[in-house]
C-alpha cells in the first residue's frame, strides 16, 4: 500500500520541524514537503502532489482560509486538514467553507492528528470534539433564527444507527464509536455508510448537521 503523502504549510519552521520529524517515523505517512505560507503551499501542491496538507490559518502572504479554499479548487482530490493554533468561531466556518476536511489545534494528541490524516485520505472529515460542538451550536442557533424544512427520511435509521449518530455528532472516530458500543470498527463503518445514504450527506459533518436538522440528535 502506498504511504500517505503529506505536506506541512505552517509559518514557524521549528514547528514544522518538529511535526515532520514526528510524522516520518509513523508508518504509512510519508512528510513530502514544507511550506512557510499559504503561496508556498499552493505551489509545493502541484509539484509534489500530496494527499493531505496540514494548513496552518495564519500565515504571511496567503492565509490557511485561502489557500485551502485553491487548493480544493486546483487539486481537488488534495484534502486538507486545518492544524493551528486558533479556534474562533468564524475561523472554523471560514476554513470548513472552504473546503477543508479536518480541523484540530496544535495541542491535539498526536493520536488524533493522525486519526485525521488517515481519515482525510479515506476521503472523510474529522473534527475533534471541542470544534464538532461548535459547529452543531452555530447550526442549531442558525435554525432557530430561519428553520429549514426538511423532508423525512426516505428509510428511517435503525436504532444502531441512532446511536451511533449521535457519537458522530460528538466527533468521535469510528474507533472511539466501536469502544464505546462493543462493536467491531468495520461494523461502524458499515453504518456509518448506511447512516451517510440513509441522510443524503457526503461526509460525517454534513450527516451530524442534517441529523440536528431532523431532529434526530
Not at 506541512?8 to 512528510?31: H, I, K, N, W, Y
Not at 494528541?109 to 460542538?133: M, N, V, Y
Amino acid at each position: 500500500m502506498k504511504p500517505i503523502r503529506v505536506l506541512l504549510a505552517d509559518d514557524q519552521e521549528l514547528f514544522r520541524e518538529g511535526l515532520s520529524t514526528l510524522l516520518s517515523v509513523q508508518p504509512g505517512l510519508e512528510v513530502v514537503g514544507e511550506a512557510s505560507n499559504g503561496q508556498e503551499a499552493l505551489q509545493r501542491v502541484k509539484t509534489l502532489q500530496p494527499d493531505v496538507v496540514l494548513m496552518d490559518l495564519r500565515m504571511p502572504v496567503l492565509g490557511g482560509v485561502e489557500a485551502t479554499r485553491r487548493v480544493r479548487a486546483s487539486e481537488p482530490r488534495c484534502q486538507v486538514i486545518v492544524l493551528t493554533t486558533f479556534d474562533d468561531d468564524e475561523e472554523v466556518f471560514e476554513a470548513l467553507r472552504a473546503g477543508a476536511a479536518g480541523y484540530l489545534l496544535k495541542d491535539a494528541p498526536l493520536e488524533k492528528l493522525l486519526e485525521a490524516i488517515r481519515a482525510a485520505a479515506r476521503g472523510e472529515s474529522f473534527l475533534q470534539p471541542s470544534i464538532a460542538a461548535k459547529v452543531v451550536a452555530e447550526f442549531t442557533r442558525l435554525s432557530r433564527e430561519r428553520p429549514p424544512a426538511v423532508p423525512p427520511l426516505v428509510e428511517p435509521l435503525s436504532d444502531r444507527e441512532c446511536e451511533v449518530l449521535r457519537h458522530l455528532a460528538c466527533g468521535r472516530s469510528n474507533k472511539e464509536i466501536a469502544a464505546a458500543l462493543n462493536l467491531a470498527e468495520g461494523t461502524v463503518k458499515n453504518h456509518m455508510s448506511n447512516i451517510l445514504g440513509k441522510l443524503g450527506a457526503l461526509d460525517r459533518t454534513q450527516a451530524a448537521l442534517k441529523a440536528r436538522e431532523l431532529g434526530l440528535i
